[in-house]
């Protein structure tokens, strides 16, 4: 990557905002008392995403959409291509595998819809991956139902074997089942922002576990506040005994600005605990906070991607850790000064590092799409962040992005190397990584959920 102008706008604790090359005027005035900018430019090499490849599959073809969901370890890497047109009468969608050799990863089989499942579709729409445990939403709809079905498949030595496929009860339509999986054995979260038992739209999600050799349902969840078109669990995220739903188009002091809800496991059954995270009193309508979450232990990061505050549509993201009462504080407040560069599209957390796709921004061209680092260093600071080296308008880079222990993994679903919308996904390394960074427990790097 060249040298370029980074511009590092730091205002009040735990805020910042980033821009590389042309920076956007701040309005100084919108900005809340006591808070104001401090403004510093300095010319940086800021590379600590070192490329490794571009990454499609051997099918993969005009509208596919691949890079549409993302999740990997340092094992495997799954990439959805959710309109993928597969042989035979199988269903649209596909997860495409891809194995660790050495220093790249290599194609290794695709999973699709099950022959026997008339209802499948969208296959791939969502991806989560733990250990042996591979996850598969496929939310779409067939006729006038959209029913939606998760799959789950498990290591048996030679490949991920087809081992359970889950419904919502009774197979209401139009739930949209599948939308958003999240997976720490032995629980596994499934959105479903269709549902219509708080209102039509509301949302819910369903809690899965895995018990007597089988994953059975445990419990359905609604957000304690809900209301129509809340879309509660078009996000979810796991880790330990605690779980996240996101509900972007939940109304408080503006509409859709969104609405994020914590779960924690008690004795016997899973509770929401009793704060709701909203937005900061400066979200704007339609900010959409909760689009996309990403649990990992005692941090969590949310993505408000159409957020107004500084720009039209520049989107932001919260970091937020636990307390030992076990309520949640913002750590920091970060955005990207592009206007409809949707900051905030894509999370991935990390034990000390955060990824954030922004799949509008203009950095390489306009609409291409950026993924921004944050390490924590005794506060959250900007690490770097990178385009595709063959950006292209659309491209969507960043619209979906996984953390593994190796690196990153970036979805850009619009991609047009192998047609229009084909997709691609892209593989970095962490410079971060090779200087020590990642010591401790990096086995739980294979729970971060994207």
């Known amino acids: 990557m060249n040298a370029q102008k980074l511009h590092v706008v730091t205002i009040g604790t735990g805020l910042v905002l980033i821009a590389l090359g042309a920076v956007a005027e701040v309005d100084v005035e919108r900005m809340p008392a006591p808070v104001r900018p401090v403004l510093e430019e300095a010319t940086l090499v800021v590379d600590p995403l070192l490329f490794e490849q571009k990454i499609s599959g051997p099918s993969t073809n ?41 220093s790249a990863w290599i194609y290794d089989g695709v999973l699709t819809c099950p022959p026997t499942d008339s209802t499948c579709s969208n296959f791939g729409a969502s991806v989560a991956i733990d250990g042996e445990w591979l996850v598969v939403g496929a939310p779409g709809h ?63 999600v369903y809690l899965f576990w895995y018990t007597s050799g089988a994953w059975a349902q445990f419990s359905k969840h609604v957000a304690s506040d809900t209301g129509s078109a809340d879309d509660f669990g078009r996000a979810v995220s796991i880790s330990g005994e605690t779980f996240v739903v996101g509900a972007p188009g939940h109304d408080t002091a503006t509409v859709d600005n969104g609405a994020v809800y914590t779960f924690t496991r008690g004795a016997l059954l899973w509770f929401e605990d009793d704060t709701v995270l909203l937005p900061s009193t400066t979200a704007t309508n339609n900010a959409h906070f909760g689009e996309a979450l990403s649990l990992m232990g ?141 010591s401790g427990d990096t086995a739980a790097w294979s729970r971060t959920q994207s």
């Open 142 to 204: 067939v006729g006038t139902l959209t029913i939606g079905r998760v799959h789950v498949y498990r290591w048996n030595g030679s490949g991920f074997g087809l081992n359970r496929v889950l419904a919502a009860p009774s197979s209401p339509t139009n739930v949209l089942f599948g939308t958003s999986v999240a997976i720490d054995y032995p629980f596994l979260v499934v959105g479903t922002p269709g549902d219509d038992d708080g209102g039509t739209n509301a949302g819910a």
């Open 62 to 102: 005009s509208g596919d959409h691949f890079g549409a969901s993302v999740a990997g370890d340092a094992s495997w890497t799954v990439v959805g291509a959710p309109d993928q047109i597969n042989a035979g009468d199988v269903g649209p969608g596909a997860a495409n595998l891809f194995a660790r050799d050495g």
């Open 298 to 438: 005692d941090r969590l990061l949310v993505g408000a991607p159409d957020d107004n505050y500084l720009n039209t549509e520049g989107g932001r993201a919260w970091i937020y850790g636990r307390t030992p009462s076990d309520s949640w504080n913002p750590l920091a407040n970060l955005y990207a000064l592009d206007a409809f560069g949707h900051f905030g599209s894509s999370v991935s957390m990390g034990s000390g590092i955060a990824a954030i796709g922004a799949s509008g921004s203009d950095r390489a061209v306009p609409d291409a799409g950026a993924v921004f680092v944050f390490v924590d260093d005794g506060g959250w600071q900007y690490e770097g962040g990178t385009t595709a080296s063959d950006a292209h308008g659309g491209q969507l880079f960043g619209g979906s992005v996984a953390l593994t222990p190796i690196g990153v993994i970036v979805g850009a679903e619009g991609d047009e190397e192998l047609g229009g919308e084909a997709g691609a996904a892209y593989s970095y390394i962490l410079a971060i990584f090779t200087d020590g960074f990642e």
